[in-house]
Nanobody, 125 residues
């Protein structure tokens, strides 16, 4: 069955870096849009970055542009989120999700069919 498993979350100091992984199983990640979302306490879930099906590009939310990079390793069926210059505002649970219907990714949570369990990122001194 379709499964997404996030990993890589941790406690990091401001200005530090982390790389999150989203391991997919039950489908070929490169054939579908994959999104990274985050949810901070008391806030709604928001899109951070997403990558469309193979060859259709990627998107970034404004506050992470230039700091975060999304990538995909087809040999490992895994999508990564490289996060640099982290700030306290990046503290949240990070989720990856798969859209099984569309070629192009978006930040609309309702368009995603499968979600991982989330991984905690905490940026603090």
């Amino acid at each position: 069955q379709v499964q997404l498993v996030e990993s890589g979350g941790n406690l990091v100091r401001p200005g530090g870096s982390l790389t999150l992984s989203c391991a997919a199983s039950g489908f070929t990640a490169g054939d579908y849009a994959i999104g990274w979302f985050r949810q901070a306490p008391g806030k709604k879930r928001e899109g951070v970055s997403c990558i469309s099906r193979r060859g259709f590009g990627s998107e970034y939310e404004g506050s992470v542009k230039g700091r975060f990079t999304i990538s995909r390793d087809d040999s490992k069926n895994t999508v990564y989120l490289q996060m640099n210059s982290l700030t306290a505002e990046d503290t949240a649970v990070y989720y990856c999700a798969a859209d099984m219907w569309r070629d192009y990714c978006s930040f609309n949570t309702y368009e995603y069919d499968y979600w991982g369990q989330g991984t905690q990122v905490t940026v603090s001194v």
